[in-house]
């Protein structure tokens, strides 16, 4: 079996990826790696390898993926482009030389049905990344697939699309840059892309080389993950009051007023406030770029996937 290894195996994502993958594949068979790797040890179980590795620090990406054959790469916690994409082009290139064989990249959901081209700010690290991997494929005299899995927007993410909304402080108004009518998201529970996502990583690590290509269909491609059903935000804030018990309203503002409001830092990275160009995530909705349902989560579960309003009333 190829040894996997998950950066950053910490973080909403890495750690479901790492929770299911040790349910799929022997605990030996992993490499975990975060910039807390104490933090791993206390919640995963024994046998894994813990190592340590920081997107922000280029130095101790060049010995992390040493050993490992099957990276998942998680991507870089921002919304950021040019910063975000050399993180992320940095641990690609060092886990190349390292020897990884296949990466498996989590991209997002926006840019529609496969698309390569995205109004959404916070899309162009994706799209360039799976950009970077596909030429690197093609130019590098080293050997190297990938697959990019492009993670369905998570349904516990709404408080980013409704302008913070708290469900256990709820207001009546959400302000944001759009109407809230439709197309709209298929939302998509994060454990249950965590779940499939380590489905498609170890049936690929368990697979013989020469089986590959009959065995498993996403080398070198793009896989869409999502929700089952695509909810407008106007239902997006229906299912909201009706999970705290308040009548929820969309008041559509300018994204002049938007980039204004008091964001309290959470748009800001490395001392840059990017409001302003997260506000072209609401233009992308309001394209359609993530009103796309493929059944490919339903068939790698084996289930229906849950329903958004199910995840939302758990988390009340």
Do not use: C
Request: cysteine-free; overall charge neutral; proline content about 4%.
């Amino acid at each position: 079996m190829s040894r996997i290894g998950v950066f950053p195996a910490a973080g909403g994502l890495g750690s479901s990826i790492t929770k299911h993958l040790q349910t799929l594949v022997p605990a030996s068979q992993l490499v975990l790696i975060a910039r807390k790797p104490e933090s791993l040890a206390k919640e995963f179980s024994a046998g894994a390898a813990v190592r340590r590795a920081d997107y922000d620090v280029s130095s101790t990406l060049e010995k992390a993926f040493e050993g490992i054959d099957v990276l998942m790469l998680i991507s870089y916690a921002s919304f950021e482009i040019k910063h975000r994409v050399n993180a992320h082009k940095a641990a690609i290139l060092a886990a190349h030389k390292s020897g990884v064989k296949h990466i498996f990249y989590s991209s997002l959901a926006f840019a529609g049905d496969y698309t390569d081209s995205s109004v959404a700010h916070v899309m162009g690290a994706h799209l360039a990344t799976e950009k970077f991997l596909a030429e690197l494929v093609s130019t590098s005299p080293r050997p190297i697939t990938y697959t990019s899995i492009r993670e369905g927007l998570y349904s516990e993410s709404f408080p980013i699309y409704t302008n913070w909304f708290d469900l256990h402080n709820p207001v009546d108004e959400i302000t944001i840059p759009h109407d809230g009518s439709g197309p709209g998201v298929a939302w998509v529970k994060r454990d249950e892309l965590g779940e499939a996502t380590a489905k498609l990583v170890a049936k690929y690590a368990t697979t013989t080389n020469a089986n590959v290509a009959a065995g498993f269909p996403y080398v070198n491609k793009i896989v869409l993950l999502t929700g089952p059903k695509i909810y407008s935000l106007n239902e997006t804030a229906e299912i909201l009051g009706r999970a705290v018990g308040k009548d929820v309203k969309i008041r559509e503002i300018s994204v002049d007023e938007y980039a204004k409001l008091d964001h309290k830092g959470r748009h800001t990275y490395h001392g840059v406030d990017l409001a302003r160009e997260w506000a072209t995530a609401w233009e992308a909705i309001r394209r359609g770029e993530t009103a796309v349902v493929t059944p490919t989560l339903k068939e790698i579960l084996g289930r229906e996937p849950e329903q958004y309003e199910v995840t939302i009333r758990g988390m009340v």
